[in-house]
């Protein structure tokens, strides 16, 4: 089964972290670096096309990053290394819970 889009950062926006995604028809947000465009720029027609970025997915990205690490800030998440799967599933709900009633 394919994910339909896929998400990343700067790091990730070389050209075979792109061609992979748009050869298999899954939709990305990766902004492009600023020195990659200022090498395509004076290049003209032969530099290429900029990539395709939409920035509203890329903005849900980062929130949902933000999110996680929030999460993993709580001792009960981080170090939990649980066997059954309900288990830490709790403890995640639990350390989710206390931060949505602490903000």
Do not use: W
């Not at 920035?55 to 059954?84: F, G, M, P």
Request: charged fraction near 35%; charge should be positive; include cysteine.
């Amino acid at each position: 089964m394919k994910p339909e889009s896929l998400a990343a950062d700067k790091a990730c926006s070389n050209g075979l972290r792109r061609r992979y995604p748009r050869r298999r028809g899954i939709r990305h947000a990766i902004p492009e670096k600023t020195d990659s465009q200022t090498a395509r720029l004076p290049k003209g027609s032969p530099g290429g096309r900029p990539p395709g970025f939409d920035e509203e997915r890329h903005t849900k990205r980062n929130t949902v990053e933000r999110t996680i690490n929030r999460l993993k800030q709580s001792r009960a998440v981080a170090t939990r290394h649980d066997k059954r799967r309900h288990v830490s599933l709790r403890t995640a709900t639990t350390a989710a819970l206390v931060i949505r009633l602490r903000t």
